[in-house]
């Protein structure tokens, strides 16, 4: 009889056929999917983002509570680009590695928060302003813009809700359509002990 793997078209064998290694594989590659979408979203974040910035005076450069009300703006688009970039990780890994299963759930959760952690480092201490930097250098009355930060941690959240809305739409994409497996005449067996061979019908 044609064997179960012979049925499925290339590249979508069941679960239970995928090696050990090619979901390793496949995680890794989740892992520095995210690194890399975090690198490029850390460096969109810092440029579309406004940071509060005050004239240096001498007594030095004081953020008052309008500035900081800023900081919102900031934290703002980091929850915006975390739930979209979030959405795009979570539809890519459900998607092209349906087959999975429970792995492919592994595979979002570590791609986004790979992404979130990496958004925010590179943000902050690579792409974003560096007051420590301004200050040395600065004069009274240069303006000094504070470096990027989050008003709260609880945005880190977007990351793996973003991924988790991408990865049910891609689920509901998924295909599900069995094929279906006919044998052959000759390879049809009695139905009982008694009962005649299929060629013995005809």
Do not use: K, N
């Not at 979508?12 to 290694?21: F, G, I, Q, T």
């Not at 301004?134 to 813009?145: C, D, F, H, K, S």
């Amino acid at each position: 009889m044609q064997s179960l793997a012979s049925q499925w078209p290339p590249g979508e064998l069941p679960a239970a056929s995928s090696s050990r290694r090619g979901r390793l594989t496949f995680l890794a590659l989740s892992l520095l999917a995210g690194a890399v979408a975090g690198l490029v979203t850390g460096l969109t974040w810092s440029r579309i983002s406004s940071p509060p910035s005050v004239p240096m005076t001498r007594t030095g450069a004081i953020f008052g509570e309008s500035q900081l009300d800023q900081q919102v703006g900031v934290t703002f688009w980091y929850l915006v680009l975390a739930v979209t970039v979030g959405v795009g990780l979570g539809f890519l890994c459900a998607w092209r590695r349906f087959r999975y299963g429970l792995v492919a759930v592994a595979a979002v959760a570590i791609s986004t928060v790979a992404a979130g952690g990496v958004c925010y480092w590179t943000g902050v201490h690579v792409f974003g302003p560096d007051a420590s930097a301004q200050l040395a250098t600065a004069t009274v009355g240069q303006r000094i813009t504070a470096p990027l930060d989050l008003g709260t941690r609880i945005v880190f959240l977007g990351w793996p809700a973003g991924g988790l809305a991408g990865a049910l739409v891609a689920i509901w994409c998924w295909p599900r359509q069995v094929p279906s497996i006919v044998p052959t005449r000759g390879e049809l067996a009695p139905s009982s002990p008694g009962a005649p061979a299929p060629d013995a019908l005809r």
